[in-house]
């Protein structure tokens, strides 16, 4: 069974800089994608990032050159650097894996831009 624990969230004014780390523990299986969604109060859950072992990432346009996904696959860890944060980015980040045995889901972790 595979868990993830998010960490790194908090407050940050308009303009700065965030990065969130996701531990995965258990089977991570080198097909697996590994990823970042989110879900601000009233909305769907979005992607936000995702990333392959060879480190292929995808991100949302609403995202693009702002956040960058990285993945240390030796610690099964993902990392989310969110620069130039904007109000609307405030959300709840969840971490995600996306493989052949199923998908798993972090807590998640509050971010919230404001001044």
């Known amino acids: 069974q595979v868990q993830l624990v998010e960490s790194g969230g908090g407050l940050v004014q308009p303009g700065g800089s965030l990065r969130l780390s996701c531990a995965a523990s258990?089977?991570?299986?080198?097909?697996?994608?590994l990823g970042w969604y989110r879900q601000a109060p009233g909305k769907q859950r979005e992607l936000v990032a995702t990333?392959?072992?060879?480190?292929?990432?995808n991100y949302a346009d609403s995202v693009k050159g702002r956040f960058t996904i990285s993945r240390d696959n030796a610690k099964n860890t993902v990392y989310l650097q969110m620069n130039s944060l904007k109000p609307e980015d405030t959300a709840v980040y969840y971490c995600?894996?996306?493989?052949?045995?199923?998908?798993?889901w972090g807590q998640g972790t509050q971010v919230t831009v404001s001044s």
């Open positions: 995600n894996r996306k493989g052949l045995s199923g998908t798993n």
């Open positions: 258990g089977i991570i299986f080198s097909s697996d994608v």
């Open positions: 990333i392959t072992i060879g480190g292929i990432a």
